[in-house]
């Protein structure tokens, strides 16, 4: 397919999960292949899309010891929510080795539409990998037509971590609405 103007070609497939409060999580994720660029990811959770791509640690500056925060060129990532991800099933090709019920510690910062995701794999043998990753929500109807996929896309579940508040324009019009009809007030009562 072609997403936002690059070409791509889906070589992978994870399907994982993660549990939380005793309820278990599954999301899909697509290898992507650009040939220029290297490697994204298309993130499919209840109906959601992200597009994501690896970010550089050397980018991302912390706001201290709890990591509340994460800024990234110059924006500020609100931490969201920490899980333990394992991999339930592995399809097509991956550029690393992975297996079934792999685990990674995941921390998510959001700052909509775009999240920031920490993944920490400790190897059996000692030492650790640490990535990151920079999503941008997408609509499904935009993949959709990337890939030519058939059919309407399913409706999407609930709301996504980094989804845009669809009522964020409207919101912003009454409150300038809202401080147009106080400034009139203002005026009428300075009048009177």
Not at 26 to 46: A, I, T
Not at 145 to 158: C, H, T, V, W, Y
Request: negative net charge; aromatic residues 14%.
């Amino acid at each position: 397919g072609h997403l936002r103007g690059v070409p791509l070609t889906c070589v992978g497939f994870l399907r994982r999960a993660c549990v939380i409060e005793g309820t278990t999580y599954d999301w899909g994720e697509y290898l992507l292949m650009d040939p220029k660029h290297g490697f994204r990811w298309l993130v499919e959770s209840d109906g959601h899309w992200n597009l994501a791509e690896n970010v550089s640690a050397a980018d991302l500056r912390r706001t201290g010891a709890n990591d509340k925060a994460i800024f990234y060129q110059g924006e500020s990532y609100k931490r969201f929510q920490d899980v333990e991800a394992y991999v339930q099933g592995i399809y097509g090709e991956c550029y690393w080795r992975v297996e079934q019920n792999e685990r990674a510690n995941v921390a998510e910062f959001v700052h909509a539409p775009f999240s920031l995701a920490q993944e920490i794999q400790r190897h059996p043998g000692g030492g650790e990998e640490v990535n990151w990753s920079r999503s941008t929500y997408l609509g499904a109807a935009e993949v959709w037509k990337a890939f030519s996929l058939k059919g309407d896309p399913p409706p999407a579940q609930g709301i996504a971590s980094n989804q845009p508040n669809p009522h964020w324009a409207s919101a912003r019009q009454l409150g300038l609405w809202m401080l147009a009809a106080l400034a009139l007030l203002f005026a009428v009562l300075l009048w009177n």
